[in-house]
């Protein structure tokens, strides 16, 4: 097997980092992108068909996504991820402009054709994302600049569909999606700025060896083995939590509907901006530090369980904001371990299985959590599920407190992060 082509990485400053400027603004028009496309979509389809057929439209974008991260991971070690990126936002762009015709439609098979096409493109284009950065960007800079890219991610969750909405309030689905099609081929174009992010020619196995090399490699790692199944097994009772028991305890125990909701949304959303914001002012041995990670996570999952012991709506928002304080910079710093700590030639493997983690529990957990509402009180449901998530973390934090055997990983090379200098 030939070696694989060294990356490119830049020691500069990060607004000086050209390379790491054009995959930043062109990962931001991706997200927007995806945002009003999401809004659009769903405004369509929920005015044709109603609510129902609404659902199947989105599992039927889901389903390909889930199924296929794994194999997006082994194109994303396989090919230029340069020349994937662009030609994904090409397709992106032209299935946009597809759906702005389909919206006008009422052919339930073309919706959902729209729908797999979109799921297995996201496929590929997640795991191309996380496996470019640690390409461009020195590894001193590596947790900076994942800072910046959590920021531009949580702002693209927070504030996109807000302003999809409006575009569609005032241009109409069909005239959002052309929106989106636009950011989507300016996504592409700011990726021909980028250099080849290659592989050296070697001789192809076949796509199942890949993967079950990928998935060989994380169970031989030693720090790997550890992280990612540890992060999905709090996943599980974390996401459910989130998306389905934190609306029921707004409505059921602080009887704060709907504006209640949104403040204890906003205050975890605003603690996440803020403990990312921070996450570079800690101690640099933090950053670096598998357990640091798990006592951070473990931290915030005991918050989530704290929201559930909380009187009213006041403290209950100051809990779960506290709880965001201290995922910020778990997130961050989880996410650069994930592109530090292996090879380039596993990179889209390692990030896939993470990616399809949390894609691939958050159906089960927030179904899982939905069942058990009928049978157990909100408050109830936050204290049980964020305890036994904080019991996760603990876990981890144990396994990762191991001392590692000299050589036992190889291929991942000590984290430094770098001052304060990029801001």
């Known amino acids: 097997m030939a070696e694989p082509a060294p990356g490119p990485r830049s020691a500069d400053p990060l607004l000086r980092n050209r390379p790491y400027q054009a995959m930043f603004w062109s990962q931001t028009c991706t997200d927007l992108a995806e945002q009003f496309l999401i809004v659009s979509i769903a405004w369509a389809a929920l005015h044709t068909f109603g609510g129902g057929r609404l659902g199947l439209v989105l599992a039927a974008w889901a389903i390909p996504r889930g199924l296929l991260l794994l194999f997006g991971g082994v194109l994303a070690d396989r090919k230029d991820r340069r020349t994937v990126g662009i030609s994904v936002g090409a397709l992106l762009c032209l299935l946009n402009l597809a759906a702005a015709a389909i919206t006008h439609r009422s052919e339930l098979w073309a919706w959902l054709a729209l729908a797999v096409c979109l799921g297995v493109l996201d496929a590929v284009r997640l795991p191309i994302g996380s496996s470019m950065l640690p390409l461009l960007v020195d590894r001193e800079r590596l947790v900076q600049a994942n800072r910046w890219v959590s920021l531009r991610e949580w702002g693209a969750m927070t504030g996109g569909p807000a302003l999809g909405g409006a575009l569609v309030a005032l241009l109409g689905s069909g005239g959002t999606l052309v929106t989106a099609a636009g950011m989507y081929a300016l996504s592409s174009v700011l990726l021909t700025l980028l250099p080849p992010l290659g592989r050296g020619q070697e001789a192809r196995k ?218």
């Open 206 to 423: 076949p796509v199942l060896a890949d993967l079950s090399g990928g998935l060989a490699f994380v169970l031989r790692h030693r720090r790997l083995r550890v992280l990612l199944p540890t992060f999905a097994m709090a996943n599980l009772f974390v996401l459910g939590l989130i998306g389905v028991g934190i609306p029921l305890f707004a409505k059921e125990v602080v009887k704060a509907g709907p504006q209640g909701l949104g403040i204890l949304s906003g205050a975890f959303g605003a603690g996440l901006v803020l403990g990312t914001l921070l996450c570079h002012r800690l101690p640099t041995r933090w950053q670096q530090s598998q357990r640091v990670i798990f006592g951070l996570f473990m931290v915030s999952d005991g918050l989530l369980a704290v929201v559930g012991i909380a009187p009213n709506l006041p403290l209950a928002a100051v809990a779960y904001a506290a709880g965001g304080l201290a995922a910020g910079p778990a997130a961050t710093y989880y996410r650069t371990l994930l592109q530090a700590l292996p090879p380039e030639e596993y990179l889209g493997r390692v990030n896939s299985i993470a990616r399809a983690t949390s894609f691939g529990l958050e159906p089960a957990s927030t179904a899982g959590v939905g069942a058990l509402s009928a049978r157990l009180s909100a408050a109830t449901l936050l204290i049980v599920g964020g305890c036994a998530a904080a019991v996760v973390d603990l876990t981890g934090l144990v396994l990762s407190s191991r001392r590692t055997p000299a050589g036992a990983d190889a291929g991942s090379e000590p984290l430094v992060c770098a001052g304060a200098q990029d801001g």
